[in-house]
């Protein structure tokens, strides 16, 4: 389901102003996650749900001001009927490019959007190291394949790893190397923990500015990729 729409975005799209549309579910649970209302079942219910109809006059409203449209969530590939419908009509009927971001848990959802010249950008995040998804409720092997299939596309993508100090350690980063190679774009992203997120409660850390800025030296020194200090 659709659950939120943002008219205008200067960040979620790299280079373009961007309206975001917000699907609703997810399959993992990272006690880090602030998009809770669109994660937890019991939260879900006190959101509208929009129409797709909806969601393209708005954005047929906005072009020529907006250069893109980012689709995030929850995830949005476990709507995949849904989703691919939305795609096919923003195609269709405006001239706005298209960003998905998404946990990388459906590869072949990401390969058939990408075979059907659905998207123009993926922001896939990585959480922590392999091993570790079992802490999230996921399964990194879908994840790797999905780094398989845009590795092998060539379609612009990149990688956001937010920088949780529990789950994104040096050593977690170590781990993750092997999957980075051949990525051309890192965002490592601040972890603020100023919003809400699913476990409050939970002391998950916070890098400073410094201790960011080893972070990113590091996968500089291990990746040819660009990677650059984002907040989230």
């Known amino acids: 389901m659709i659950k939120g729409f943002r008219g205008t975005s200067l960040v979620d799209f790299p280079g373009r102003l961007a309206a975001v549309v917000f699907f609703s579910g997810c399959n993992f649970r990272c006690p880090f996650c602030y998009n809770v209302d669109l994660v937890l079942p019991e939260r879900l219910k006190n959101l509208e749900t929009l129409a797709p109809e909806e969601i393209l006059i708005q954005l047929r409203k906005r072009e020529g001001f907006i250069q893109g449209v980012v689709v995030t969530g929850g995830e949005p590939t476990l709507s995949k009927n849904l989703l691919r419908s939305l795609l096919e009509r923003i195609r269709a009927e405006t001239s706005l490019a298209i960003k998905?971001?998404?946990?990388?848990?459906?590869?072949?959802?990401?390969?058939?959007?990408?075979?059907?010249?659905?998207?123009?950008?993926?922001?896939?995040?990585?959480?922590?190291?392999?091993?570790?998804?079992?802490?999230?409720r996921g399964d990194f092997e879908p994840v790797k394949e999905s780094l398989t299939i845009l590795k092998g596309k060539g379609l612009p993508f990149e990688i956001r790893i937010t920088a949780v100090p529990y789950f994104v350690s040096k050593r977690d980063l170590e781990e993750m190397l092997?999957?980075?190679?051949?990525?051309?774009?890192?965002?490592?992203?601040?972890?603020?923990?100023?919003?809400?997120?699913?476990?409050?409660?939970?002391?998950?850390?916070?890098?400073?500015?410094?201790?960011?800025?080893?972070?990113?030296?590091?996968?500089?020194?291990?990746?040819?990729?660009?990677?650059?200090?984002r907040n989230v």
């Not at 950008?121 to 999230?136: C, F, G, H, I, M």
């Not at 990525?183 to 809400?196: K, S």
């Not at 409050?200 to 916070?206: K, T």
């Open 100 to 136: 998905l971001d998404t946990n990388g848990s459906r590869p072949e959802v990401l390969k058939n959007l990408m075979e059907e010249d659905l998207l123009d950008y993926v922001a896939l995040d990585l959480k922590t190291s392999p091993a570790r998804y079992v802490e999230l």
């Open 178 to 229: 092997p999957f980075l190679d051949g990525v051309p774009h890192i965002a490592l992203q601040r972890f603020i923990a100023e919003a809400e997120i699913l476990e409050p409660d939970r002391d998950l850390g916070l890098y400073g500015p410094e201790e960011l800025e080893e972070l990113r030296s590091f996968l500089r020194k291990h990746v040819s990729a660009k990677v650059e200090l």
